[in-house]
């Protein structure tokens, strides 16, 4: 079954149920209106009929009820008349005489306060209790009864009785299923058509909506058309529908940029490790087989200098496969954290010791700045000190000899600041959107952004809830990262 089909089906069975609703709720409205019209009718004409019975009968005496005289004046009364029925009552309201036959009188009180209204004068109709149903109240006519000057209990007639109401409630049912029929039937035409004609007029948007989801192509994303805000209490199914498509495509085409994006970088870095590893390979290989082929005709010194340029060879592809290693861990969230609070300027003196030899060898200077009582930080110490590592190395082979490496330290409210300067040449302002991302593809412009130290260090950075930034110098290059502080002892 198609949509259309089912949005069809959908509209034309709520606006039928409604117009169906509609007109039951009018018709038993105009029903009961007509039902309270026909009670106050035949109470209004009925009004003295107790009257006159206790006028003209005498009912009862100082003796009581005069059984005899109250069943037969009873009997005849509704003889004559089938659809009233007459009751004698006490002054309590309780039932003392009456006709019905055996089994048929289910009360044997009556409540007296309808009867105390009716003859106030209230306004009609005025239901009373029926002696032969257990709740059922009709209208009624109601006299007071006097024997010798005192009251002595009512006259009490029911307008509507047993016999008429049941002729009228067969009538009524048939009357109210053949209104009841064509109600339905024209109500089902009508909600047709009504379906029928709000169907175009509902669907369009669902047909735009449906013809923008086809032609979507997430490799060429169609432009879609700007849309409103949507209200906080928008109701609107289709509107939202509209926008949750639109947003949806957006993420999609743009997570689908991410990722072609991602897998260009993975197969350049893939090509620019194999270039990296070539090298130092070939290198390594052919000392190697230099030293196998003419082992006989080196000298000691020759053979130890091979040795020592195929071992420091050995030692790049070392490093390269450990750093590789070292980035797929934490690319793939292999790498938990251990967080420690320590002292950040005591882990960055012992970081700076490690290159002092080298950075004396080529005159460069390298110091360290920090405020007296900088707080402690919360971070993971081994991560701190690869971070800390790759960067004064980066700098240090950026600077030329007699040049100056400097590391600060600032304290922040929430975070510790470390800003890692040289006064080399700098970053090309061209490469600062790359210098993060993975290395290069092979060609003249290979190696000029950050590397595999730079991506690690990011990544570490990011771990530890901050990011790693260069920051705007006149002159060199100074990267600046955050780690959080650690929280006082309560």
């Known amino acids: 079954m198609t949509l259309r089909l089912r949005l069809w089906q959908k509209l034309a069975a709520v606006f039928a149920a409604l117009l169906v609703l509609c007109s039951l709720a009018l018709l038993g409205m105009q029903m009961r209106m007509a039902l309270r019209h026909e009670q106050e009718?035949?109470?209004?004409?009925?009004?003295?009929?107790?009257?006159?019975?206790?006028?003209?009968?005498?009912?009862?005496?100082?003796?009581?009820?005069?059984?005899?005289?109250?069943?037969?004046?009873?009997?005849?009364?509704?003889?004559?008349?089938?659809?009233?029925?007459?009751?004698l009552l006490d002054e309590q309201g309780r039932v003392l005489g009456h006709d019905a036959p055996s089994g048929h009188l289910h009360r044997d009180k009556v409540d007296l306060a309808p009867l105390k209204a009716l003859l106030a004068g209230g306004a009609l109709p005025i239901l009373g209790d029926d002696p032969r149903s257990a709740s059922g109240r009709k209208v009624f006519s109601?006299?007071?009864?006097?024997?010798?000057?005192?009251?002595?209990?009512?006259?009490?007639?029911?307008?509507?009785?047993?016999?008429?109401?049941?002729?009228?409630?067969?009538?009524?049912?048939?009357?109210?299923?053949?209104?009841?029929?064509?109600?339905?039937?024209l109500v089902a035409v009508l909600g047709m058509l009504a379906g029928l004609v709000a169907f175009y007029w509902v669907t369009r948007p669902l047909r735009e909506l449906t013809r923008r989801i086809q032609s979507f192509d997430i490799d060429a994303p169609t432009e879609l058309p700007a849309l409103p805000a949507l209200r906080d209490d928008e109701r609107d199914e289709?509107?939202?529908?509209?926008?949750?498509?639109?947003?949806?495509?957006?993420?999609?085409?743009?997570?689908?940029?991410?990722?072609?994006?991602?897998?260009?970088?993975?197969?350049?870095?893939?090509?620019?490790?194999?270039?990296?590893?070539?090298?130092?390979?070939?290198?390594?290989?052919?000392?190697?087989?230099?030293?196998?082929?003419?082992?006989?005709?080196?000298?000691?010194?020759?053979?130890?200098?091979?040795?020592?340029?195929?071992?420091?060879q050995s030692a790049k592809v070392g490093g390269l496969a450990r750093a590789l290693f070292e980035l797929a861990r934490l690319e793939h969230g292999q790498v938990q954290l251990q967080w420690e609070v320590f002292a950040l300027p005591e882990l960055l003196q012992d970081v700076?010791?490690?290159?002092?030899?080298?950075?004396?060898?080529?005159?460069?200077?390298?110091?360290?700045?920090?405020?007296?009582?900088?707080?402690?930080?919360?971070?993971?110490?081994?991560?701190?000190?690869?971070?800390?590592?790759?960067?004064?190395?980066?700098?240090?082979?950026?600077?030329?000899e007699g040049g100056h490496v400097q590391v600060r330290l600032f304290a922040a409210p929430d975070h510790v600041r470390v800003q890692v300067g040289d006064n080399g040449p700098g970053v090309d302002p061209a490469l600062r959107a790359t210098l993060f991302h993975a290395p290069a593809a092979l060609g003249p412009r290979r190696g000029e952004n950050g590397g595999l130290g730079l991506l690690i260090v990011q990544r570490v950075v990011q771990l530890h809830g901050h990011d790693i930034r260069l920051l705007d110098t006149e002159q060199g290059a100074t990267f600046e990262f955050a780690l959080p502080r650690a929280k006082p002892a309560a």
Do not use: C
């Open 352 to 400: 700076l010791q490690k290159f002092e030899l080298s950075a004396e060898a080529k005159q460069q200077r390298l110091d360290a700045s920090f405020p007296q009582g900088l707080p402690l930080v919360r971070a993971d110490v081994g991560l701190v000190e690869r971070v800390l590592t790759n960067l004064i190395d980066n700098a240090l082979r950026h600077t030329p």
């Open 142 to 185: 109601v006299a007071p009864l006097v024997v010798q000057g005192k009251p002595a209990g009512y006259v009490y007639v029911v307008l509507v009785g047993e016999q008429r109401q049941m002729l009228a409630d067969d009538l009524a049912s048939s009357s109210q299923w053949r209104t009841t029929l064509w109600s339905v039937v």
């Open 41 to 87: 009718v035949v109470q209004r004409l009925s009004l003295g009929l107790a009257a006159h019975i206790a006028q003209r009968s005498e009912l009862m005496d100082q003796a009581g009820m005069r059984e005899p005289e109250v069943r037969a004046l009873f009997g005849q009364l509704m003889a004559v008349n089938p659809s009233v029925e007459v009751y």
């Open 238 to 312: 289709l509107l939202i529908l509209e926008h949750a498509h639109a947003q949806m495509a957006h993420r999609l085409g743009e997570q689908w940029q991410q990722l072609r994006q991602q897998d260009l970088q993975r197969r350049e870095m893939v090509a620019n490790i194999s270039h990296d590893l070539r090298t130092p390979l070939a290198s390594l290989h052919g000392y190697l087989e230099t030293l196998a082929m003419k082992e006989a005709t080196l000298s000691v010194e020759e053979r130890r200098r091979y040795l020592a340029i195929a071992l420091s």
